[in-house]
């Protein structure tokens, strides 16, 4: 039972943390950085290999991330001491040093990462739309529950739902998907009605439910039922410019739903416990495995979204406060101090074990250990 979580999640850590290394990797080497180390996970090497250039590619016991360390480095964060560089390391060396490129280049090379997940997901979309289709198939409301907040704000029977809080319906799916990630106090439904279209301001209720998976969670509900329009599924192979599109489109889609659920939760307009950490993911990977690949792809895809997003924010130690750093650097005309960076790292790592701890209470949380 328990291996039928772990080896999932592990395959889907492996490959996410595996595409953002080597996107830094990829630009690295472009530049003329050394690289000494390519590290999926941390802690003691299990085991590795050498490569010609003589990086270190290894496999460490705690697969919870990576890193690609660049020549001269004095730690994983990529910093180095300027002052000793022109004493320890002669021309031809110093070529190879991440801290000397031109700031853009540096900004690349730490961009690469979460853009190399944003691809994944694309390249992963991009397939299953090509090669199994995507749905497209109009959503009509069958049922409005009595004395539901569908009913109490004017949705009825037949209604053609068109758009939910701006965001285009373009198939039963999204419905769902539109209602979950709304923060709003109230959801815009644009529906036509005969000939008519109308917008109808809908305020959901908070319900403890159960996902697809069996999984309890509150969910925001109106009340509705729903299905096909003329009761016909439009399920589309895409050719390849409409396949990019809708993958690029479904990459822009979550990523900004996503912020504004994390900035929902700051405000207190959206649900905290829904925040997971490894423990929900490595049960969720699980679960979604036994739906088949597609499923398990799919999943791939959005947690490569979230792992680039996420290391895109400006908090130092992840990618997003090294170009906080070069933003800085950029204004001001040189670097921030030695000492001004390392209390910034400070910052980051309390924020991030903040984070850790306060996603681990939630699977603990999840698997029934705090009732």
């Given at each position: 039972?328990?291996?039928?979580?772990?080896?999932?999640?592990?395959i889907?850590?492996?490959?996410?943390?595996?595409?953002?290394?080597?996107?830094?990797?990829?630009?690295?080497?472009?530049?003329?950085v050394?690289?000494?180390?390519?590290?999926?996970?941390?802690?003691?090497?299990?085991?590795?290999?050498?490569?010609?250039?003589?990086?270190?590619?290894?496999?460490?016991?705690?697969?919870?991330?990576g890193?690609?360390?660049?020549?001269g480095?004095?730690?994983?964060?990529?910093?180095?001491?300027?002052?000793e560089?022109?004493?320890?390391?002669?021309?031809?060396?110093?070529?190879?040093?991440f801290?000397?490129?031109?700031?853009?280049?540096?900004?690349?090379?730490?961009?690469?990462?979460?853009?190399?997940?944003?691809?994944l997901?694309?390249?992963?979309?991009?397939?299953?739309?090509?090669?199994?289709?995507?749905?497209?198939?109009?959503?009509?409301?069958?049922?409005?529950?009595?004395?539901?907040?569908?009913?109490?704000?004017?949705?009825?029977?037949?209604?053609?739902?068109l758009?939910?809080?701006?965001?285009?319906?373009?198939?039963?799916?999204?419905v769902?998907?539109?209602?979950t990630?709304?923060?709003?106090?109230?959801?815009?439904?644009?529906?036509?009605?005969?000939?008519?279209?109308l917008?109808?301001?809908?305020?959901?209720?908070?319900?403890?439910s159960?996902?697809?998976?069996?999984?309890?969670?509150?969910?925001?509900?109106v009340?509705?039922?729903?299905?096909?329009?003329?009761?016909?599924?439009?399920?589309?192979?895409?050719?390849?410019?409409?396949?990019?599109?809708?993958?690029?489109?479904?990459?822009?889609?979550?990523s900004?739903?996503?912020?504004?659920?994390?900035?929902?939760?700051?405000?207190?307009?959206?649900?905290?416990?829904?925040?997971?950490?490894?423990?929900?993911?490595?049960?969720?990977?699980?679960?979604?495995?036994?739906?088949?690949v597609?499923?398990?792809?799919?999943?791939?895809?959005?947690?490569?979204?979230?792992?680039?997003?996420?290391?895109?924010?400006?908090?130092?130690?992840?990618?997003g406060?090294?170009?906080?750093?070069?933003?800085?650097?950029?204004?001001?005309?040189r670097?921030?101090?030695?000492?001004?960076?390392?209390?910034?790292?400070?910052?980051?790592?309390?924020?991030?074990?903040?984070l850790?701890?306060?996603?681990?209470?939630?699977?603990?949380?999840?698997?029934?250990l705090?009732?």
């Amino acid at each position: 039972m328990l291996l039928s979580y772990i080896v999932p999640f592990l395959i889907l850590i492996l490959v996410v943390v595996f595409i953002h290394e080597y996107g830094h990797y990829y630009f690295a080497k472009r530049y003329g950085v050394g690289v000494t180390d390519f590290s999926i996970g941390f802690g003691k090497e299990l085991f590795g290999w050498n490569d010609k250039s003589g990086t270190r590619w290894k496999i460490c016991a705690i697969p919870l991330g990576g890193y690609v360390k660049f020549f001269g480095d004095r730690n994983v964060y990529s910093q180095a001491d300027h002052k000793e560089i022109y004493e320890k390391y002669n021309e031809e060396d110093r070529q190879k040093l991440f801290t000397l490129k031109p700031l853009y280049q540096r900004a690349l090379i730490v961009f690469g990462g979460p853009l190399a997940n944003f691809l994944l997901a694309i390249v992963i979309f991009f397939s299953i739309y090509t090669f199994v289709g995507k749905d497209f198939t109009p959503a009509v409301i069958n049922e409005v529950q009595k004395d539901s907040p569908a009913m109490i704000g004017g949705l009825k029977e037949k209604d053609i739902i068109l758009e939910i809080d701006g965001n285009e319906v373009k198939s039963l799916m999204d419905v769902s998907k539109y209602i979950t990630m709304s923060t709003s106090d109230f959801i815009d439904f644009k529906v036509k009605r005969n000939y008519d279209e109308l917008i109808l301001k809908i305020k959901p209720n908070m319900v403890m439910s159960e996902d697809n998976l069996g999984n309890k969670i509150n969910k925001r509900m109106v009340g509705i039922k729903l299905g096909a329009y003329n009761d016909e599924i439009n399920h589309v192979k895409l050719g390849p410019a409409q396949a990019i599109y809708h993958a690029a489109n479904e990459v822009y889609y979550v990523s900004i739903s996503s912020l504004k659920y994390l900035g929902g939760m700051v405000m207190g307009k959206a649900d905290t416990s829904q925040l997971g950490g490894p423990i929900r993911i490595a049960k969720i990977s699980g679960q979604v495995a036994t739906f088949g690949v597609i499923a398990f792809i799919s999943m791939m895809a959005y947690i490569s979204i979230s792992l680039g997003l996420i290391n895109l924010f400006p908090i130092p130690m992840l990618d997003g406060g090294h170009l906080m750093f070069y933003t800085f650097e950029a204004l001001l005309g040189r670097p921030l101090s030695q000492k001004t960076q390392e209390g910034f790292f400070r910052i980051g790592l309390f924020l991030l074990l903040s984070l850790m701890f306060f996603t681990t209470f939630n699977d603990l949380k999840d698997l029934g250990l705090f009732g």
